[in-house]
């Protein structure tokens, strides 16, 4: 299969492709199909965040921004995997794998279609704030798209199983909420991705603060109320 | 030709393409079956004959179909996603080749001169000429990267 293929048949057909999915048809063609596309989308992206400050954060944003996706797959997965299967599913891990990661290369290919709007700011533009804010929202916007797709995903797998549809999701939403903390917690973990201009090249900054104290600090800065040090 | 007609709509039906690959797809074929068709009756075939004729060189329908949905598909996505990444990638190598790691900026001038610059904007016009079927995505895709060049030299660039 074309790896660029993947991307069209979720988009065009995800009720086939989420069948298939449910049936375990051609599982590691289309994770490797997704995870090759989505890394290489995510990374494009990573650079044009990076870009505002230096070319060791273009390239450090590159790859940082698929770890970032991928790390917390690798974290979140298991906890969908055994909710659900408490309240009677019968898909596998690697079912429940290819799922989010259905979810991600949605995210990525959104965040792809974003990037010549953000490379557009970012050369138009020299507000660190008003950048960092534009990100975030497009993360929000494509994130939540991404996540719409799981929940439409998971309920096209789950259909015809056993008891406990209405558990599942419930258990679905659940994990949205915490994908969606893990997420923005390892991103701050993992920062920066863009680098304050008035600072160096860092490949991790210090732990300490949250990611949305920074996020409200930020908003205080644009909307004129303090000046974020 | 009613059952020309008949073996696309069969065709048709296995295609899950976006309308304008799919409309290309069955005009070539559509093409094809007509020049079939005719040659057999210029070798003396009934019309009925050479459809038939025409309908079995070509093949069961549904598997056609799905041929030409396997050698298809995806393609019109990877235009769209060459067409928005490309530009991007090379704006960004633009970047980088008026802007040093180290933060000074190359002048204009150095750059349009070297011919490192000459290969970037070449690259943004070829790469999608030889690699996009609609040669207008190319344009555009070429035409972005010039409103991204412009607005370096034009743009608050130097604050990098």
Redesign the interface.
């Known amino acids: 299969m074309n790896d660029l293929a993947i991307i069209e048949t979720i988009l065009r057909n995800r009720r086939g492709f989420f069948t298939e999915i449910r049936e375990g048809i051609g599982l590691p063609e289309k994770m490797r199909a997704m995870l090759v596309s989505s890394i290489v989308f995510l990374m494009l992206y990573g650079a044009v965040m990076g870009s505002t400050h230096s070319l060791l954060q273009a390239l450090s944003s590159a790859v940082k921004l698929p770890v970032l996706f991928l790390a917390t797959l690798v974290i979140c997965s298991p906890t969908l995997y055994f909710f659900n299967v408490l309240f009677g599913s019968n898909q596998s891990l690697t079912q429940n794998f290819a799922l989010i990661l259905t979810a991600i290369t949605v995210t990525a290919v959104l965040l792809l279609s974003f990037s010549p709007i953000v490379l557009f700011f970012l050369l138009t533009t020299n507000h660190y704030q008003f950048f960092k804010l534009l990100n975030v929202s497009v993360f929000a916007t494509t994130g939540s798209i991404g996540v719409l797709f799981l929940g439409q995903g998971m309920r096209i797998v789950s259909a015809g199983g056993k008891e406990g549809n209405r558990a599942r999701h419930n258990v679905v939403r659940f994990w949205i909420v915490v994908y969606a903390f893990v997420g923005s917690q390892m991103a701050w973990t993992l920062r920066p991705f863009i680098g304050a201009p008035s600072m160096n090249f860092e490949l991790f900054r210090q732990l300490g603060g949250n990611f949305y104290a920074n996020i409200f600090a930020s908003i205080g800065e644009i909307l004129g109320f303090f000046t974020v040090m | 030709m009613s059952d020309i007609e008949g073996l696309l709509r069969q065709i048709q039906s296995e295609l ?1 393409l ?1 309308r304008e690959t799919e409309q290309k797809v069955l005009a070539e074929i559509r093409t094809h079956l007509e020049e079939t068709v005719i040659e057999a009756m210029s070798a003396g075939m009934s019309l009925e004959e050479a459809l038939a004729q025409a309908a079995a060189c070509f093949g069961v329908a549904p598997e056609v179909g799905q041929a030409l949905q396997a050698a298809h ?6 235009d769209a ?1 060459v067409a ?2 490309l ?3 090379l ?2 190598v633009l ?2 080749l008026v802007f040093a ?1 180290d ?1 000074t900026a190359i002048g204009w001038q150095q750059v349009l001169v070297g011919p490192a610059f000459w290969a970037v904007a070449l690259a943004a016009l070829l790469v999608p000429l030889l690699k996009f079927e609609r040669w207008r995505y190319a344009l555009v895709s070429w035409g ?1 990267f010039w409103v ?1 060049t412009v ?2 030299v034009l ?3 130097l ?1 990098w």
Do not use: H, N, Q
């Not at chain 2, 598909?73 to 990877?78: I, L």
């Open positions: 899950d976006d598909a995806g393609w019109a996505t990877a996603v928005a990444g530009p991007v990638l704006a960004l970047r980088w790691p933060g972005f991204v607005i370096f743009g608050p660039a604050r």
